[in-house]
């Protein structure tokens, strides 16, 4: 099995800026975690940050050979998973 660092993936007002100025190669901030626990912490930070339509967040689970994927929005203050399943 394969384990890797859980990562995010989101797009800020700052990113956008900076990839049309130039300064980024993409629109898109990738964030790894050393663990899921800590990445599930900032993830409100990061939802409110977001312009996108949503958050995605790609982790190995326990057990389990593959990647996983979530989407999450920011859902009356709270985050919550819209979309989730196997790469």
Do not use: A, C
């Amino acid at each position: 099995m394969s384990n890797f660092k859980p990562q995010v993936s989101f797009i800020t007002d700052e990113s956008i800026r900076d990839y049309r100025n130039n300064q980024r190669r993409s629109q898109t901030v990738y964030n790894t975690y050393p663990t899921y626990r800590l990445l599930k912490k900032d993830l409100k930070d990061i939802l409110k940050e977001n312009v996108s339509e949503h958050v995605t967040v790609s982790r190995s689970k326990r057990g389990e050979w593959g990647e996983w994927f979530e989407h999450w929005v920011l859902s009356n203050g709270k985050p919550i998973i819209i979309k989730e399943g196997w790469m």
